[in-house]
């Protein structure tokens, strides 16, 4: 479905990729072994911002995340700013998000709207209007900001996140 956004791999290509190898222990040894993930920019949990770069998502980056819990070649990290999504995501924090999974209601998204590429980090919820049209809220966790209802058409593409990682103290 249109959820997916644009540039969806199929199951066939995420179930036999270049790094699942061929037998059942080359499988679990790449399981276990982290994927470079890029990150791409900064995704505001707070006001909509514009998107420059995105030419979605290239798999160069200036900066990488490695993660152990994300097989989807096609993933990709974008750094939280502002509060929208506290407490749940903080400033700083660093949330990859998964373009082959398919966003249900209630996830936690990385949002492209059209036509001005804006994008933004929020729990989508998917709706009918009054007049039965199909919606997406865009609702913060934080509520002192208010949901913004689009409608689908205005939505380019929906990526659910599946991993967060969390600025601590110390970096090694």
Not at 44 to 55: H, K, M, N, V
Not at 162 to 169: A, I
Request: aromatic share 8%; glycine share 10%; charged share 25%.
């Amino acid at each position: 479905g249109w959820w997916h956004g644009v540039g969806t791999p199929d199951a066939a290509r995420r179930a036999v990729g270049p790094e699942s190898g061929h037998g059942g222990g080359a499988m679990s040894v790449d399981r276990a072994m982290p994927r470079l993930v890029p990150l791409i920019n900064r995704v505001a949990a707070g006001t909509l911002a514009e998107f420059t770069d995105l030419g979605y998502p290239a798999r160069m980056a200036d900066e990488y995340v490695r993660t152990l819990d994300v097989e989807d070649p096609d993933a990709f990290a974008a750094r939280v700013t502002g509060d929208s999504m506290a407490p749940e995501y903080h400033e700083g924090d660093v949330v990859v998000f998964s373009p082959a999974q398919a966003a249900a209601s209630g996830d936690d998204c990385f949002v492209r709207l059209e036509p001005d590429h804006e994008t933004t980090f929020k729990r989508a919820f998917f709706e009918k209007d009054g007049r039965g049209r199909e919606v997406v809220r865009l609702q913060a966790i934080n509520p002192a900001y208010p949901p913004r209802v689009v409608r689908r058409e205005e939505v380019a593409g929906l990526y659910p996140a599946v991993s967060v990682v969390r600025k601590v103290g110390k970096r090694a």
